[in-house]
């Protein structure tokens, strides 16, 4: 145990900001969390809830003691969005900083541009997007939602919901085609049909060609996995052109907050299933949303990818605390034994011994004319079961590969 | 039928109206004056941000266009006084400059108004033709781009300034020593061409999301529209974006949005490989 005096130290430190705390604490350096996320660029309006998210749960920890009693020391690099500074720094923040943990990246291209240099090292890396699912690493601790958790709630519904037939609008790269090939796995299950499948390059933001697409493959309804500021035109002009149609997502409303940046009725009729949007009206939730508003009072939104972020340092400090130790290995016995859970604003998280990523509870919310969001369904908690399912098991052995519907483990 | 003709030529006039207001403003500060400014996004961020302040503020939609369109125009009047004067006779050097303007500028907006601006909305308006709808908006997108094209006609061609301006392109010198004065002139020009950079982000801003680096959406096309155009604005620019607004709109159409940027940029590389000096050096010959 430590004494009172010495959280008193801690306190005072951290109310000195990143003063030396005194000869007490001189044997215990600050436990350093390397963070990489993108705050200019084109995707900063993401990134930077997401600097927000971890610099929030960093000045809370180190205000109620740190972690096993040390500080903790937040070093963020911008990689601007390019995947080769991703790697630039990662690499500086493992080898040259020698981080403890690493944490960060928002696109998956700039996960799996990263995650080879963390597998040669024994860091633990989080990733704290929802994203395409699949990645079956022991380094990889996933805190974002997956396609079991999202599209599997989703799709169903807005089958039952509008109709069977879906055209798909996808930004191209590993996120947007990866989810897409999910979308026609499940839509083929469901007895539906893709009645057209759009990719479009990054950065595309003219859409009046995919529009009159569209209107000729009459769908019932879209889903809409467009990426960045520049592809997300598209409901501006879709609304322009009086478009009109259902809308589902895994990355609108919690993640982009498009309801927030466009003036309605830009996202009307656009539902996603989400573990977190800043319209949660729970307790917990509400205690989170002010103290984030209290030290960001300008952030427009608080986006699932800040939250998952915030959420990444507690779920960190209960794994160290657990194992009393920072090492991987040590920490992956306790992700192991099932017992890797935290309280989070949602409720209780957990990580899944299997796939080291994270259960939720999933809500779909919907988004009305004047873009008010409404929770249409509750799931509960729903595990990221479909790794373990299809024989990912990182107790065993690790795979340090990325799986999709078309590409499984090959059975031995 | 008719249904579908008319769904081909609004597909054409899209592109031709984002390639003609995007090039617009390059043409004249590139294409003419020779100076190669990687800033020229950053006049049609300027433009749209302007538009939506000042929509904000209570302003008519077409009235905060047009004073988006001058604030960019007297902005790129003082960057011409300040930096861009400096560099005429070392082009290379303008480059660099104006980069590294556009990455100050971008990174200035970033800190200052912040990573994400709430849109204003497209002007209401859509109309039905067979089964397709249409944005009314779009066509007044590609109005604007035939009334730049006219007003660029009559700038250059029909007035005394465009005489002396065209003079002072070609030979300032000799420009210079029949009375024009050529400082000015270069003065106005540039700030012509960051009025229509504004423009063309004050036109679009309504129906984008507006985040500090989107006129990096739009300098890809307006240089390839500028380069294969050549040096002449009227009679390189326009082919130029007849040419490759109706390449990439066949390909968008039968083959989506890569192809349809892949073939664009392809049939880029093949006309500067036959036509060095671009599309008005064969058009002007002719003309002779």
Redesign the interface.
Known sequence: MYSGRLIGMALLGAMLGTAPIGSARAAEPPLKVGLLED????L??M??PKLHGSQLAVEEINKSGGILGRQIELIHLDPQGDNARYQEFGRRLLNRDKVDVLIGGITSASREALRPIVDRTTTPYFYTNQYEGGVCDASMISMGAVPEQQFSTLIPWMVQKFGKKVYVIAA?YNFGQISAEWNRKIMKDLGGEVVGE????L????F???I??I??A?PDWLLTINVG??Q??FF??A?????NLPMGSSIKIMLGFEH?????P?LNNMHATANWFEEIDTPEANDFKKRWHAKFP?E?YINDMGYNAYNALYMYKALVEKAKSTKLEDMRKVIASGDACIDAPEGKVCIDPKSQHTSHRMRLISVGPKHEVTVEKDYGTIQPYWLGEIGCDLTKKNDKDQYTPSHLPSKS | MSAELF?VF??FA??FA?LILSAAGLAIVFGMMGVINMAHGEFIMCGAYVTVGLVNLGVPLPIAQILAALTAGIIGMIVEFLIVRRFYKRPLDSLLATWGLSLIV??SM?LIV?????????PE??F?IG?????T??LVLFGAAVAVLAGLYIIFMKTRFGVVARATMQNAAMAKALGARTGRIYSISFGIGTALAGLCGALYA????L????G??FVVESFVTVVIGGANVLLGTAPAAVFLAIIR?AL??SY???I??IGMLFAVILIIRVLPEGLSSVLVRRGR
Do not use: C, H, W
């Open positions: 705050v200019s660029g084109d900063a309006f990134g930077m191209d759009e990719f479009i390059p950065g595309v933001s003219q009046a060609q995919t009159q697409n209107q000729k009459k500021a520049a997300d035109s501006e002009q609304a322009a052109a009086n478009l927030k940046r466009f003036k309605p830009a300008d427009l | 769904s609004y597909q899209d592109v984002f971008t990174q970033l912040g990573s994400a601006v709430r849109g204003i909305g497209t308006g859509s039905a089964g397709y709808t249409f944005s908006y779009r309504p129906t984008m999301t985040i500090p680096t989107m990096a959406t709109m968008n159409a989506g949005q890569i349809g940027q």
